[in-house]
């Protein structure tokens, strides 16, 4: 083979090797300064699915040097956490008025403050349940217990009040109420047949194949939108990481996962 012929198979070769290198580039990111950084990230519990199963394996794929620890429970009880010095970065609310009193306080880096993603409010009973209702307003004839996070401090349970009251049906089904530590705990009485019904996000629904949907929440009655704001807090030790991880969660394919999970990008 002439030296001509070898020449062009060599630049042929090299060629390649720069195409792979720029595709490995492209997919993995290669910024060495974030090895080592850890993301805290606290969430609500209904996002504890669709972090845990997709969209933390993405990015750590994404970010190799970069670990993040979620804490999930409910975000009235997140929210005292942070006052009492809980090591977060990021905190992901399911409602605004436990971000708002964060930001009231100075923890919050308000600059980085969005409302992010939207949910719904729907009734549940277990999958094989021959209870006969169909509205929210039927919860007037339940006679076993009716399960709602706790409204003084899970925003689930909040919404649901606001339902309730709104309807004027409260009062009568007060008494029945089964108040869960967060709306994972409301969803799982519900799953497990302790409850005879329940009011979760359709997102918590569309997690657990034990319950089945009776009905969403009627617009009149829920006037307070179910926002999902994202920030950062004011004394994150690793912003680096933090600016990223939350950059990620605001590209097309972060999105779409949260779509599939059945949130509502808040636009």
Known sequence: MDSKKIGVIVFVILILAVGVGLWANSSTSTDNSLNG????LAAAASLKNVFDNKLIPMFEEKYPGVKVTPTY???GDLQKQIENG??????????NKQMN???DEDLIDNSTNMQFLENKVVLIVPKDSNLNISSFEDLKNVNGNIA???PSSVPAGQYSKEILDNMGIWDSVESKLSFGTDVTAVLNQVAQ?????GIVYSTDAKSNDDVKVVCEAPDDALKTPVIYPIAELKNSEHQDATQKFIEFLKTKEAKDVFIEYGFTIYE
């Not at 950084?37 to 805290?40: D, G, R």
């Not at 809980?86 to 409602?95: H, I, K």
């Not at 047949?193 to 019904?197: H, Q, R, V």
């Open 148 to 150: 709602i996070g706790d």
């Open 86 to 95: 809980l090591d977060a970065d990021v905190f992901m609310s399911a409602g």
């Open 193 to 197: 047949g302790s409850a005879e019904c």
């Open 101 to 103: 009193k964060l930001v």
């Open 37 to 40: 950084q850890e993301v805290n």
């Open 73 to 75: 429970a409910s975000s």
